[in-house]
Nanobody, 129 residues
Framework: QQQLVQSGGGLVQPGESLGLSCAASGFTLDYYAIGWFRQAPGKEREGVSCISASDGTIYYADSVKGRFTISRDNANNTAYLQMNSLTPEDTAVYYC??????????????????????WGQGAQVAVSS
């Protein structure tokens, strides 16, 4: 079965760090751009960060720039989102997505409800003191 399986997430205090993983199962992640999206309670889903398949081009939303780092390990068929200096405003369900055909990573991140080839199941991130 072809799918993205997410792991990570949890409850942390403000200022702490958390990492998310997104592992591809049943297909090779090499040819897919990866996007991380999040949806906070009562808010629309938004793009957080996206990374291209080929040249590693990366896009970050302004709200996470300098705090979050997206990466991919094609050898392990996995993508990651490292989140540092977390704030309560980062509380949301985080989703990863994979798509082979995108124009730019910014475009991908600007389509939070895009019909991408694969979506992960979501992971809850809660930041609270």
């Amino acid at each position: 079965q072809q799918q993205l399986v997410q792991s990570g997430g949890g409850l942390v205090q403000p200022g702490e760090s958390l990492g998310l993983s997104c592992a591809a199962s049943g297909f090779t992640l090499d040819y897919y751009a990866i996007g991380w999206f999040r949806q906070a309670p009562g808010k629309e889903r938004e793009g957080v960060s996206c990374i291209s398949a080929s040249d590693g081009t990366i896009y970050y939303a302004d709200s996470v720039k300098g705090r979050f780092t997206i990466s991919r390990d094609n050898a392990n068929n996995t993508a990651y989102l490292q989140m540092n200096s977390l704030t309560p405003e980062d509380t949301a369900v985080y989703y990863c997505a994979a798509e082979a055909h995108i124009r730019t990573v910014q475009d991908m991140c600007n389509i939070p409800h895009g019909r991408f080839a694969f979506w992960g199941q979501g992971a809850q991130v809660a930041v609270s003191s």
